[in-house]
């Protein structure tokens, strides 16, 4: 949360410089506080370890947040039972005319499929479309980054050589904003992808800001302009063993897969792998709920009504 300070303290413009979040005794005054309320897309086929994962760190916030699931309603998951849906998960049609702080979009075995070979393409450029009006902030992951930044700014993807698969440094290229506070130089995030971004593209993109990347991974994070887009093409909300299962998983079905890199100590998969990106994970989420949602959301969230965001398809 952010320290209150007065106005006038000289400390506020040294703070401000140094990026530290501060409040001033003005804006505190006039600050309602309720509880936010995000949506989450999920389209990940393991929809219970994703939930948990994304709600472990949202949870890991002082913010109190309350959480609606969201499948697609023209595309019925062939990993989970209907009755799981029915209970704890509603579709666009349900919240079409409500109104939330945010949204995450999950990643999507889909890859390699061409966008509008997706099954539920024409749904999820629905839902994306509506998060625009309806929501402050959306954050995409991994192949839904890919989707959100093709939607809106017709940014293409390519295919890989190999599978990107392991856990990679990335480097900041602006480490002075929001989405950044506390972030070293470089960090750390597991990677599953056999597609990229072009990043020439996105970085040559005046509606787009790019904020970490590296020649190995490529575009690793980026922003709209305004804030309420963020695209992350990593999965930082994996657990310590998740590249690991997926690795099992695939060599037991006998399909060609690598042992995933900088991930096993000394590359041994029979060891406990080493757990180094969920420090800046957290920080990725507590931000952006913070500096991309709670502090910029109205409070009266029926106003959104009617507002797109720039560069809007």
């Given at each position: 949360?952010?320290?209150?300070?007065?106005?006038?303290?000289?400390?506020?413009?040294?703070?401000?410089?140094?990026?530290?979040?501060?409040?001033?005794?003005?804006?505190?005054?006039?600050?309602?506080?309720?509880?936010?309320?995000?949506?989450?897309?999920?389209?990940?086929?393991?929809?219970?370890?994703?939930?948990?994962?994304?709600?472990?760190?949202?949870?890991?916030?002082?913010?109190?947040?309350?959480?609606?699931?969201?499948?697609?309603?023209?595309?019925?998951?062939q990993?989970?039972?209907?009755?799981?849906?029915?209970t704890?998960?509603?579709?666009?049609?349900?919240?079409?005319?409500?109104?939330?702080?945010?949204?995450?979009?999950?990643?999507?075995?889909?890859?390699k499929?061409?966008?509008?070979?997706?099954?539920?393409?024409?749904?999820?450029?629905?839902?994306?479309?509506?998060?625009?009006?309806?929501?402050?902030?959306t954050?995409?992951?991994?192949?839904?980054?890919?989707?959100g930044?093709?939607?809106?700014?017709?940014?293409?993807?390519?295919?890989?050589?190999?599978?990107?698969?392991?856990?990679?440094?990335?480097?900041?290229?602006?480490?002075?904003?929001?989405?950044?506070?506390?972030?070293?130089?470089t960090?750390?995030?597991?990677?599953?992808?056999?597609?990229?971004?072009?990043?020439?593209?996105?970085?040559?993109?005046?509606?787009?800001?790019?904020?970490?990347?590296?020649?190995?991974?490529?575009?690793?994070?980026?922003?709209?302009?305004?804030?309420?887009?963020?695209?992350?093409?990593?999965?930082?909300?994996?657990?310590?063993?998740?590249?690991?299962?997926?690795?099992?998983?695939?060599?037991?079905?006998?399909?060609?897969?690598?042992?995933?890199?900088?991930?096993?100590?000394?590359?041994?998969?029979?060891?406990?792998?080493?757990?180094?990106?969920?420090?800046?994970?957290?920080l990725?989420?507590?931000?952006w709920?913070?500096?991309?949602?709670?502090?910029?959301?109205?409070?009266?969230?029926?106003?959104?009504?009617?507002?797109?965001?720039?560069?809007?398809?």
């Open positions: 949360m952010p320290v209150k300070i007065p106005d006038a303290l000289p400390a506020t413009r040294i703070l401000t410089e140094e990026n530290i979040f501060v409040m001033t005794e003005k804006r505190s005054a006039t600050q309602d506080i309720r509880p936010l309320h995000i949506v989450i897309l999920n389209l990940m086929p393991t929809k219970e370890k994703t939930e948990t994962q994304l709600l472990r760190l949202i949870g890991n916030t002082p913010l109190q947040v309350e959480i609606t699931l969201l499948r697609t309603g023209t595309y019925q998951s990993h989970i039972q209907d009755s799981y849906l029915d704890f998960y509603r579709t666009l049609a349900d919240v079409q005319d409500e109104y939330f702080d945010g949204v995450i979009i999950t990643g999507a075995p889909v890859e499929l061409e966008f509008s070979d997706v099954a539920y393409w024409e749904e999820l450029k629905r839902v994306m479309d509506w998060a625009d009006s309806h929501a402050f902030s954050l995409y992951i991994c192949w839904a980054a890919q989707a930044l093709y939607h809106h700014y017709r940014i293409g993807k390519y295919e890989l050589p190999g599978k990107l698969f392991g856990v990679y440094e990335t480097q900041l290229t602006d480490r002075r904003d929001k989405l950044l506070r506390g972030f070293d130089d960090f750390c995030v597991p990677m599953s992808r056999h597609t990229a971004v072009d990043e020439k593209a996105v970085a040559a993109c005046e509606e787009l800001v790019v904020l970490a990347s590296s020649p190995r991974v490529g575009l690793a994070l980026a922003r709209s302009q305004d804030g309420r887009r963020v695209f992350a093409t990593g999965h930082s909300e994996y657990d310590r063993d998740t590249l690991l299962r997926e690795y099992l998983r695939d060599r037991e079905k006998g399909l060609p897969i690598q042992v995933p890199e900088n991930y096993f100590p000394d590359d041994d998969p029979t060891r406990l792998p080493k757990l180094r990106w969920h420090a800046h994970a957290n990725l989420f507590s931000n709920l913070n500096y991309f949602v709670y502090q910029e959301t109205p409070y009266e969230l029926s106003s959104l009504s009617g507002r797109r965001k720039e560069g809007a398809t």
